[in-house]
C-alpha cells in the first residue's frame, strides 16, 4: 500500500525589497550581496551559493571579497539568479540608492546629525501625544 505525503506548504517564490537602512550600510555591492544572501530565506554556505548562481567558487569568493588583488564583478544573469534565489532585492536597492547618494557612507556628519535630529524630533512628538 502506497501513501502519499501531504505537501508541507507552497514554495515561497516571492521577492521583497531588503530592510533600507541594512542596505544602507553597504558600503560596497559586494556587501549588499552578502547581505542579501544573510536575508535569504534558506542559509547556505558560499560553495552551494556558487553552484546555484552558476560560478566557480573561488569566483565568487572574489565577487564578495572586492579588496583581493584581483577582484572579480557578478555577471548580470548571476546577480538576476541572486534575487530570485534569496527572494530579496538589496543588490539593486543598493545601487539605486548609491546613485541617489543615500548610502551611509556617502553623507556628511551633519547630513547624518540632521536626519538624527530629526528622528529625535518625531520620537518627541510621538511621546507628547502618548
Known amino acids: 500500500m502506497q501513501m502519499t505525503m501531504p505537501m508541507m506548504g507552497e514554495i515561497d517564490t516571492s521577492i521583497v525589497d531588503a530592510p533600507r537602512d541594512l542596505v544602507a550600510l553597504c ?3 559586494a556587501d549588499a550581496y552578502r ?3 544573510n536575508l535569504a530565506r534558506v542559509r547556505r554556505q558560499d ?3 556558487a553552484e546555484l548562481l552558476g560560478l566557480k ?3 565568487l569568493s572574489q565577487i564578495l571579497n572586492p579588496q583581493l588583488k584581483m577582484p ?3 555577471p548580470p544573469e548571476a546577480e538576476s539568479a541572486l534575487i530570485r534565489i534569496a527572494g530579496n532585492t538589496a543588490p539593486t536597492q543598493w545601487t539605486n540608492m548609491h546613485a541617489k547618494n543615500e548610502l551611509v557612507h556617502q553623507k556628511t556628519t551633519e547630513a547624518l ?3 538624527l535630529r530629526a ?3 518625531e520620537l518627541e512628538a510621538l511621546e507628547r501625544t502618548a
Open 27 to 29: 558600503r560596497t555591492k
Open 47 to 49: 560553495r552551494d551559493w
Open 35 to 37: 547581505l542579501t544572501m
Open 113 to 115: 546629525k540632521a536626519e
Open 57 to 59: 567558487a573561488p569566483h
Open 119 to 121: 528622528q529625535l524630533a
Open 72 to 74: 572579480k564583478y557578478m
